[in-house]
């Protein structure tokens, strides 16, 4: 990490919020099933027009799910989706799931919606891998713990649909440390 992204990185608050997390969660060893967030079960068409039930359609044993409220958000999760390789390195099969929350409001022009993030993402995985889901968005939020729309939210979720990890926004090489932790505590306490 760079001196710059250790500065964007600070200032942006992230550092200030995460600290309290990662000591609670060292000193939990996790977070209790009490305090638990949870993926809501939805059903949701992706953007190849197949009816998913989620969670319980996510592929993996372990996924990592980017929430994204704007349009904008893209670039936050496509920052993610570079990295991918290295941040996976030795944690093959973990698919990806981007989620469009996207207002019920908007259900009416769904189709064109639909068909404009369809065409704005050529790869066929990657499209497979999209959901575009029309709900009220705040209980989605609320379940997920996700505090505002500002900015994607990114989620390692289990097939039951707990949330393993979490953080927001752009990629930055500590997110990246601090996912590749996790994964390494769940396949430690998996042993």
Known sequence: MTLLDWRVYLFSGMAFRM??????????????????AMFPELKAQNLDHKILSLPGDFS???NLVFVAF??????????????????FKGYPGIPFYEVAAIGK????????????????????????HTVAV??????????LQIPDEKRSA?????????VLW???????????NSLRSALAALREASH
């Open 70 to 87: 704007e349009q904008d958000h893209q670039r936050e999760v496509d920052s993610w989706l570079e990295a991918a390789p290295y941040i």
């Open 19 to 36: 600290v309290p997390t990662i000591l609670l969660l060292t000193l939990m060893g996790g977070v209790s099933d009490a305090q638990q």
């Open 105 to 128: 409001d908007y259900k009416l022009a769904r189709y064109f919606i639909n068909k404009g993030m369809r065409y704005g993402i050529s790869k066929e995985e990657q499209r497979e």
């Open 134 to 143: 029309y709900i009220d968005k705040r209980p989605f939020e609320q379940a």
């Open 60 to 62: 993996g044993e372990l």
């Open 166 to 176: 979490r953080d927001y926004g752009l990629y930055y090489d500590i997110k990246g």
């Open 154 to 162: 990114v989620l390692l979720v289990d097939r039951k649909g707990k």
